[in-house]
């Protein structure tokens, strides 16, 4: 060891090069030779703006694009290298911007950049509460890093905002892709987004919102390498799905037979479109394509994210 670093040893918590090695090392890291600090609860960064997303150097790229459909946020290095200052710090790295209640998992730390970068759902909410429109224009966010431990969870709650979701052959492919790309973390009382399935037909920007009504064990549940229960109350515009397809029903004799669980809609199940479905996949396959089960008026499927 000290025909590397020479007879100097430890100085300020680091072994001091001597000639062999340039005794200035900021290159690498400002504070190369300094000690750790303890975390606690939280670092803060009074010194970082964000700004919308889509200003990214990178955006048009398909993998930063789609973050906008995210609670993911891309970071200057300069927070990683404060961080790397400390002791005691939990992963993965959680981040909260001021006034927010909003959990921001990080994508990335990039050397090239002085802001941080926010998906479109969160910058609004910023703007919100600064009282502030425009969305050009860096804009303080009181960055803080959550150093917390949160719970892996176990079973959640959704309300789905198009009802028309329940038509989705393999919602179950579909929601473990999109959550596990893009949401690290659930939190109760939160509405997130997740780009739209095909079938949905939505304009491009329009992404399909899913309210989290509960979380277990915890009302903020870290859903990365646990086995997560989803259960899911009556879409937002359930009525409105029915009446059209009974109306789509009136107009076509076919789509009468196939829609024929609007009648009497008061008296039956909201998911009775989906039970149906299951028993002619069942009858026909010998297998049921989804594992579920109904429960209290509602279904309840079984999500993996490894």
Request: include cysteine; hydrophobic fraction near 30%.
């Amino acid at each position: 060891m000290d025909n590397y670093y020479g007879s100097n040893q430890e100085l300020e918590g680091h072994y001091h090069p001597n000639t062999y090695i340039p005794e200035d090392l900021s290159h690498f890291q400002s504070n190369v030779y300094g000690h750790y600090q303890n975390a606690g609860d939280s670092i803060k960064f009074d010194d970082i703006n964000g700004i919308y997303l889509t200003y990214y150097h990178s955006y048009m790229d398909s993998q930063y694009n789609e973050l906008d459909a995210s609670n993911k946020i891309i970071l200057p290095q300069s927070v990683l290298n404060k961080i790397s200052q400390y002791d005691g710090i939990a992963y993965p790295l959680i981040f909260k911007v001021e006034g927010l209640e909003d959990f921001l998992g990080v994508v990335e730390f990039d050397s090239n950049i002085n802001e941080a970068y926010l998906p479109r759902r969160i910058f609004k909410k910023i703007l919100r509460f600064h009282d502030f429109d425009d969305i050009d224009t860096p804009l303080y966010i009181g960055l803080e890093l959550y150093n917390k431990p949160i719970a892996r969870g176990t079973s959640a709650t959704f309300k789905i905002h198009d009802a028309k979701f329940i038509e989705i052959e393999d919602y179950k492919t579909y929601l473990e892709y999109q959550l596990q790309k893009n949401y690290s973390i659930l939190q109760e009382g939160v509405t997130i987004e997740i780009a739209p399935h095909p079938l949905l037909n939505y304009p491009e920007g329009k992404n399909l919102k899913i309210d989290i009504i509960k979380t277990i064990p915890e009302s903020a549940i870290m859903i990365t390498d646990t086995d997560l229960v989803i259960e899911f109350e009556e879409p937002v515009n359930y009525k409105e799905y029915q009446q059209k397809k009974e109306h789509e029903k009136e107009e076509n004799e076919l789509e009468e037979q196939l829609l024929n669980f609007t009648e009497n809609v008061n008296e039956k199940s909201p998911f009775e479109y989906w039970e149906k479905r299951e028993k002619e996949h069942l009858a026909k396959y010998k297998c049921l394509p989804v594992p579920y089960e109904i429960k209290n008026g509602q279904i309840r499927v079984y999500l993996k994210f490894r």
